[in-house]
């Protein structure tokens, strides 16, 4: 065996024998003489060590020439630019190319341009050599050889339209359809050239999962246009990372359109039960209790907003801060909601709360899954005239004594579970203040019709009479020491 068998049995590569000795026998030529074939063999196993990459994974901006094989996933359009000191135009054209690792694009200059224009298709597997740069959106490689390879498979599958779980980092020309469940404000800021740019987001979801969408400067308007509970189609979305995330952008060639099928979102939810202190979770359930919205000023002068519901679903309840933003949101009693991303933190009394900020998004879903109030038809026909529902119906949290649980008990016994005109005694706990009060014991609510001054939490006894669902309470009588 000789010498360039020797070094290129060590060598891990592709490339055939007889194009790595035809490759050293010209490196001795063009070194006249300097380097016999051992050292020519050396310089080109060097060559390929650093150009040869496993996949478009390991591929880095600053790498010398590198060597892939990849599939056509999107070809653009060639565009012309002029050069300095140049009478003709430059030409350049970028495509899309994918392996099993990840996606990347590729520019393709002047000639390559135009050979591609007219031949190249997707789905073609190439062989591309070139250098490797940081992009407009992340890495690109500067092609300055492309061919095809008719025999290599490259295992990539081409979708006209993708699904939420198919997404993977590097992505574009993607089109999506999926339920809208939560929009955002504009916001604009400042680029490092002194215009100004605008950026909004969405949150969408399909039956795989769901994403969050980044609308950029004249797409961001969309975000006040659409509406939560429509079906969407994003148009030509290309994929990003932030944060470990996934994230669906949109820019001046995509579009996002309302369209007329309903897509399903099934969201998959961490039982309240279960939750942790440090968690970024996504949970769903009734809303039992709706605060209105506080305003506060911020350190540095700033105005924020903060409103705080409660959501409960089968296995418990907690106490949601919603942020900014999502202090807005029209949430109300009895709403089945679900709020995604929500970090869960140490509350108020060493009580769990979860704190929906700006990466949150909270949809209120028009029905709810079915077992998800846990409550039986006498209770959410007791409360059919304010629309709470079965959720409402629920237990705010707070507990009972045994005397309230006699007294609910005598109550019901005494024919107090709704007929028209009956005088009624009942013991709960508020999980609405105002005018009216509604009252929970556990199993079931009231309403109450009321001057009394109640708050949240408050565990009373109400005597009056009971018409049409409604108590129009003679007396009150607030238990000490029982408000939560």
Do not use: C
């Amino acid at each position: 065996m000789g010498v360039i068998e020797d070094v290129y049995e060590d060598l891990d590569t592709d490339v055939e024998f007889e194009k790595f000795e035809a490759a050293v026998k010209d490196k001795v030529e063009q070194m006249g003489g300097l380097a016999d074939e051992e050292t020519a063999a050396m310089l080109i196993a060097h060559e390929l060590r650093d150009e040869e990459v496993h996949g478009i994974a390991d591929i880095e901006p600053g790498m010398e020439d590198v060597k892939f094989l990849a599939k056509v996933v999107s070809i653009g359009e060639v565009r012309t630019f002029e050069r300095d000191d140049e009478d003709e135009d430059g030409r350049v054209l970028n495509i899309e190319v994918a392996d099993e690792t990840g996606r990347i694009r590729v520019s393709l200059w002047d000639q390559m341009a135009a050979g591609a224009e007219e031949n190249l298709e997707v789905g073609t597997v190439l062989r591309i050599a070139g250098r490797p740069k940081d992009g407009y959106n992340g890495v690109e490689v500067s092609a300055n050889k492309v061919e095809e390879d008719i025999e290599a498979e490259v295992d990539v599958q081409i979708l006209d339209s993708y699904r939420v779980e198919d997404l993977a980092m590097g992505l574009s020309d993607v089109n999506l359809k999926g339920k809208l469940l939560d929009t955002g404000e504009v916001r604009t800021f400042d680029r490092d050239d002194g215009t100004e740019g605008r950026v909004s987001n969405l949150s969408l979801g399909d039956p795989t999962g769901r994403i969050r969408v980044t609308l950029w400067d004249e797409r961001a308007d969309l975000a006040e246009e659409l509406e939560p509970g429509q079906s969407v189609e994003v148009v030509d979305g290309y994929v990003r990372e932030r944060d470990g995330s996934l994230e669906l952008h949109v820019g001046s060639r995509g579009a996002v359109e309302v369209i007329d099928e309903s897509v399903e979102y099934v969201p998959e939810t961490t039982d309240i039960g279960t939750l942790e202190i440090g968690q970024t979770v996504d949970i769903a359930g009734g809303v039992i209790e709706a605060d209105g919205k506080r305003t506060f000023d911020r350190d540095d002068g700033s105005q924020g907003q903060v409103r705080n519901i409660r959501v409960k679903d089968d296995t418990g309840d907690i106490r949601v801060a919603l942020w900014g933003e999502k202090a807005d949101t029209d949430v109300e009693l009895a709403d089945y909601v679900v709020i995604t991303d929500v970090q869960i933190k140490d509350g108020w009394q060493d009580d769990l709360e979860a704190s929906a900020g700006w990466r949150s998004s909270v949809t209120v879903m028009d029905d709810a899954p079915d077992g998800a109030s846990g409550t039986d038809d006498d209770a959410s026909g007791s409360t059919s005239d304010q629309g709470l529902g079965a959720f409402a119906g629920d237990s705010a949290g707070a507990t009972t004594s045994s005397d309230t649980t006699a007294a609910s008990s005598e109550s019901s016994a005494d024919g107090a579970d709704g007929a028209d005109g009956e005088d009624v005694e009942f013991t709960g706990t508020v999980v609405q203040a105002g005018n009216p009060v509604i009252l929970d014991d556990g199993t079931q609510t009231k309403t109450v019709e009321t001057d009394a001054e109640l708050g949240l939490g408050d565990e009373v006894t109400v005597n009056g009479t009971e018409t049409d669902g409604r108590i129009t309470a003679d007396s009150v009588e607030v238990h000490t020491g029982a408000k939560r």
